[in-house]
């Protein structure tokens, strides 16, 4: 029976599993392996037979005899022999089996029964005010632990995210930009306006945060409806369930690791170099060089390498400290942190301290108080360096006049030297970060437990800036400080009810939360300045633009939802969520109300699949859900009023005020009605798990801000107007491979597809969410329509170049055009993946152990601005810098069929960046971490248990994107500036994401 069921997987399997370990294998390969007694050299031979408790066998048990290296493995009838002494102790383990110590003497033949470890198979998972095994989940809930990223280096929360789990998309859009956290989309958008972005909850603090990565004990992802409901208008985008660790009891663990990384950048723009450029600058246009320039330019004593000056080797030091223990009623852990790194780009450095602590007393047996407290810092210096101006600046020129000032582009680019904007002016930032939190849990009858939660959190943020009159000629130079702080409180109090009543297990809880958030913000800048060595802290040294702005916001939220869990024999499961938020943001309709549905079904509880061992699990689940959105600002709803001064026909200005936005009193909460189907397979004794879900996201009354056009007093007020929805499928592999006693592989597969489509638009043939775009872009690049994704490419569309040497473009009626209008845009290609993917490989071979991680994305397209202008001659980008832009134009190439780029003699021709020629295809692959590490045992070592590691993030990137990532992007919004995912894909010197070599050693004590 069972060799018919075996599948092939199975087989392969064991193979990895099967072979034995022979006598005197090195299992200790420090040498110090336990001495045997002489008296017990007397050897014998021992067979058996090991099955689970339904009289199943087991391949691939391991088998040592207790205190040597002597050992086997169960072959594929569960049998195993081994000669062993006289009186020897066989140690039987597995993975998800208890393990079992079973002493040989007066026996010849064993039949060990192992039994299925109930703590490693039903994994506690959190899942919003609350836990469940997972075994018992209704909702779709992934989750990553630290074993999983251990051997990634990370310096933020988000970038654990990163291909780790199906239907989460953490991208890299600003790549290698220090102190840029990932962006993250749970299952795609389900606002067309903005809001997109998950809520995070640290330890049930609400908009929580880590700044030490190596505090985080497991992360989890609430995906569906079900799950997500419980957070009611919060929840609409997905939840990210942070929990830290906690200490445990028994002897204190002192942790100390340093990492020391090396970053650049992998890859480099193909710039002409001084020489090259000038050429190319006479060939092309009246300008000329002298001689003595011409060998200046060819020596390299004249001339400037913008890449060279404003790329460098990025430098980060990594120090971390945890010293966790405990007794039975009180546990601890403290942590540390030191980061100090320099980025790819010249002068950008940023610097973060951290320290956490998390205490766990049991006061009395019916009083337990959990609490944390971190404290963090931050400091960052000129990291956003404008590579897109870097490219685009002429080589072939003087970098400084004699005064130190910083030279314009005389040839190519308009904008101010951007190597002057690094080196003379300051961009500077400073967070200070504290936060707490306080739990008190009773315990007042059995199984009745009541917490009463309080947290803060306190973020106050600076911004500095000064320009030096040195960054370019006739400047004038400036300052300005901003100063902000962000002050949240929440109280959570939760009643929890759990009982088992023969078969039937019920779980109710009922919660109450009052959150708090205010705003305050102060600035002061500008011009002038008598002396510059002050630079941004001498206000009163300005001589002109003195202004200054003040803000303040507050908003709150009042909520009480109650959820019941129950489960029929863990046969039948059923879960229910009701929860009603009230808001301060909405006038009319301040309450919405957020119920959820899910059911799931356990068939390897069934009577019919008792008599099979193939499936350990085998579970059918369904959910539906309401979640809300609220993402408007804290006053959207009323008409508010913006300072305006006027002249009234005289010399002089008098201040006054007109209406800037006007009242919404009947907006409402956006809506996500979402639904979902999963299925949660594992089988083969658990060494093979698969999760398959589909879902769908149908949102309804979009929150869209509509603008009021200037003939009738301009200005803009929020509207529910609209629908759309997102749908895909999500697939995650689990699998150990190989399991032999000294090798181990297990790898995991996610892959997820989504698609999202704007239904309704109320009644507007289309949107352009980009309307105000000019300068060099000369106008808008996308478009909203309905039955269209959210976000759409809008360009000509590109031929290919007539026989002067033209760009050719198709016009409407599907002739040919060297002057394209708006009316010949074709809507064409799409910023967001269709796909996204990740591959993740652990290797264990005795002490050390290999992970190899892969991840990717395919099925979208990025606007590549950047390889428009280093290729081309328009008003900002003068000349063309790019190698290719000028080898392969049409005015150099012999064969003009093979010309990519278009005549820039030819005074008929338009280049414009509003063209499929500069649209590409971005799928990659990137190998985004491969780690080496070795461990010493603190028995070989003596004081303690030492980790040397290797490892590399972003080894290489497999694309035929011609830019320097196919992922990253410019994400702003032109009309708000947050980032819209509206307007992603457009590569404008976008940074990316740099490659990093970190050595490792950590200290275990």
């Given at each position: 029976m069972k060799k018919t069921i075996l599948s092939v997987f199975s087989f392969l399997l064991l193979l990895g599993s099967e072979l034995p370990?022979?006598?005197?294998?090195?299992?200790?390969?420090?040498?110090?392996?336990?001495?045997?007694?002489?008296?017990?050299?007397?050897?014998?031979?021992?067979?058996?037979?090991?099955?689970?408790?339904?009289?199943?066998?087991?391949?691939?048990?391991?088998?040592?005899?207790?205190?040597?290296?002597?050992?086997?493995?169960?072959?594929?009838?569960?049998?195993?022999?081994?000669?062993?002494?006289?009186n020897a102790v066989l140690t039987f383990s597995y993975l998800s089996y208890v393990q079992q110590e079973i002493p040989v003497t007066g026996q010849k033949f064993l039949k060990v029964t192992m039994r299925e470890d109930s703590e490693t198979l039903e994994e506690v998972v959190v899942i919003g005010y609350g836990t469940a095994k997972r075994n018992n989940l209704t909702g779709a809930v992934g989750s990553v632990n630290s074993e999983q990223f251990k051997m990634q280096p990370v310096k933020k929360a988000s970038e654990i995210l990163q291909g780790r789990m199906a239907g989460v998309q953490a991208s890299?859009?600003?790549?290698?930009?220090?102190?840029?956290?990932?962006?993250?989309?749970?299952?795609?958008?389900?606002?067309?306006?903005?809001?997109?972005?998950?809520?995070?909850?640290?330890?049930?603090?609400?908009?929580?945060?880590?700044?030490?990565?190596?505090?985080?004990?497991?992360?989890?992802?609430?995906?569906?409806?079900?799950?997500?409901?419980?957070?009611?208008?919060?929840?609409?985008?997905?939840?990210?369930?942070?929990?830290?660790?906690?200490?445990?009891?028994?002897?204190?663990?002192?942790?100390?690791?340093?990492?020391i990384g090396i970053s650049n950048m992998p890859k480099r723009f193909d710039l002409m170099n001084p020489f090259e450029y000038a050429q190319a600058l006479q060939n092309m246009t009246d300008t000329r060089f002298s001689?003595?320039?011409?060998?200046?330019?060819?020596?390299?004593?004249?001339?400037?390498?913008?890449?060279?000056?404003?790329?460098?080797?990025?430098?980060?030091?990594?120090?971390?400290?945890?010293?966790?223990?405990?007794?039975?009623?009180?546990?601890?852990?403290?942590?540390?942190?030191?980061?100090?790194?320099?980025?790819?780009?010249?002068?950008?450095?940023?610097?973060?301290?951290?320290?956490?602590?998390?205490?766990?007393?049991?006061?009395?047996?019916?009083?337990?108080?959990?609490?944390?407290?971190?404290?963090?810092?931050?400091?960052?210096?000129?990291?956003?360096?404008?590579?897109f101006v870097m490219a685009n600046y002429s080589p072939a020129m003087n970098l400084t006049d004699a005064d130190g000032v910083y030279q314009k582009d005389p040839y190519c680019s308009i904008s101010a030297n951007p190597y002057g904007a690094l080196m003379a002016n300051d961009s500077d930032g400073e967070n200070y970060n504290v936060k707490g939190m306080v739990d008190f849990r009773f315990n007042i009858l059995d199984g009745l437990t009541f917490s009463a939660q309080g947290a803060f959190n306190l973020l106050n943020t600076s911004s500095y800036s000064f320009s030096s009159s040195k960054r370019e000629p006739s400047a004038i130079s400036s300052m300005g400080n901003s100063m902000s702080r962000t002050v949240t409180y929440q109280q959570t109090n939760n009643l929890t009810y759990q009982k088992s009543f023969g078969d039937h297990n019920l779980t109710a809880t009922g919660v109450f939360e009052i959150y708090s958030k205010e705003y305050k913000n102060v600035g002061v800048s500008g011009q002038d300045l008598l002396s510059e060595k002050t630079g941004y802290w001498n206000i009163k040294a300005t001589q002109s633009g003195l202004s200054g702005t003040t803000n303040y916001t507050k908003e709150q939220m009042v909520s009480a939802f109650g959820r019941i869990m129950y489960n029929y024999k863990n046969r039948y499961y059923l879960t229910g969520t009701i929860r009603a938020d009230g808001s301060s943001k909405f006038m009319n309709h301040k309450w919405g109300y957020f119920p959820s549905a899910a059911a799931a079904w356990n068939l390897t509880e069934e009577g019919f699949m008792k008599d099979q061992n193939l499936f350990q699990l085998l579970k059918l689940r369904a959910s539906f859900g309401v979640t809300g959105n609220q993402a408007i600002n804290a006053y959207g709803t009323l008409g508010l009023m913006t300072l305006a001064n006027y002249s009234y026909g005289t010399g002089s200005l008098y201040p006054g005020y007109w209406q800037n936005s006007f009242s919404a009193p009947d907006l409402t909460w956006e809506k996500t009605y979402s639904y979902d189907a999963g299925i949660d397979i594992s089988m083969l004794n658990h060494r093979l798990n698969l999760t398959v879900d589909w879902y769908r996201k149908n949102t309804k009354d979009l929150l869209f801000a509509k603008t009021i056009p200037y003939f009738n007093g301009g200005g803009s007020y929020w509207s529910n107007v609209g629908k759309m929805y997102s749908t895909g499928w999500e697939f995650t592999l689990e699998a150990d491979l190989i399991r032999k006693l000294n090798f181990e592989w297990s790898t995991t597969f996610t892959a997820s597809c989504l698609h999202t489509e704007v239904t309704d638009l109320d009644g507007e043939e289309q949107l352009i969410p980009d309307a105000s775009r000019g300068g060099l872009m000369e106008g808008s690049v996308f478009i909203m329509k309905e039955g269209l994704p959210i976000s759409n490419f809008h360009l000509f569309k590109w031929l290919g170049l007539d026989e002067n040497g033209a760009n050719l473009y198709q016009t409407a009626d599907g002739g040919t055009t060297t002057s394209p209008v708006d009316a010949d845009r074709i809507i064409t290609g799409n910023p967001i993946p269709k796909w996204n993917l990740g591959w993740n490989n652990t290797f264990r071979y005795k002490n050390w152990e290999l992970n190899v991680f892969f991840r990717g994305s395919t099925g979208f397209q990025r606007l590549n601005i950047t390889r428009f202008a280093t290729s081309t001659m328009v008003p900002e980008s003068r000349f063309i810098t790019s190698r290719e832009g000028y080898e392969k134009s049409w005015d150099i190439v012999a064969n003009k069929a093979d010309a990519e780029f278009a005549s820039s003699k030819n005074a008929q021709n338009r280049s414009t960046p509003r063209s499929t020629q500069w649209l590409e295809d971005a799928d990659f692959v990137r190998l985004q971490n491969l780690s080496l590490m070795y461990t010493l045992p603190k028995k070989t070592t003596r004081f303690a248990d030492i980790t040397l590691g290797v490892s590399a993030q972003n080894l290489f990137t497999l694309t035929?994107?011609?830019?320097?990532?196919?992922?990253?992007?410019?994400?702003?919004?032109?009309?708000?500036?947050?980032?819209?995912?509206?307007?992603?894909?457009?590569?404008?010197?976008?940074?990316?994401?740099?490659?990093?070599?970190?050595?490792?050693?950590?200290?275990?004590?």
């Open positions: 370990v022979y006598a005197g294998q090195e299992l200790y390969p420090d040498g110090n392996s336990p001495e045997v007694d002489d008296n017990l050299k007397k050897q014998k031979t021992v067979q058996g037979i090991v099955t689970d408790t339904n009289g199943e066998p087991i391949i691939g048990v391991t088998i040592i005899e207790k205190g040597t290296t002597n050992g086997t493995t169960s072959d594929m009838d569960g049998k195993f022999s081994l000669t062993v002494n006289a890299s859009y600003t790549g290698g930009q220090l102190g840029q956290d990932a962006n993250i989309r749970v299952r795609g958008v389900s606002s067309i306006n903005f809001g997109n972005d998950p809520l995070w909850v640290v330890d049930g603090v609400i908009g929580g945060s880590v700044s030490n990565p190596a505090d985080i004990a497991s992360i989890e992802v609430l995906k569906d409806a079900s799950s997500t409901a419980i957070y009611g208008s919060r929840g609409a985008n997905g939840v990210i369930l942070v929990t830290t660790k906690h200490g445990t009891t028994g002897k204190a663990r002192v942790e100390v690791s340093s990492e001689e003595e320039d011409m060998a200046a330019f060819q020596n390299g004593t004249r001339g400037v390498d913008y890449q060279d000056l404003m790329l460098q080797t990025g430098i980060s030091q990594d120090y971390k400290l945890s010293i966790s223990g405990g007794s039975k009623k009180t546990k601890y852990m403290v942590s540390g942190l030191f980061l100090n790194q320099s980025g790819i780009t010249a002068e950008s450095h940023l610097r973060r301290f951290g320290f956490r602590t998390n205490l766990d007393s049991q006061v009395t047996p019916w009083l337990n108080i959990v609490s944390n407290i971190e404290a963090s810092t931050e400091s960052s210096h000129n990291t956003g360096a404008n590579l035929k994107y011609k830019g320097l990532d196919p992922e990253s992007s410019t994400t702003s919004s032109t009309s708000t500036g947050a980032v819209s995912d509206k307007e992603l894909g457009l590569d404008y010197g976008s940074y990316p994401s740099a490659r990093t070599f970190t050595f490792t050693v950590k200290l275990g004590f």
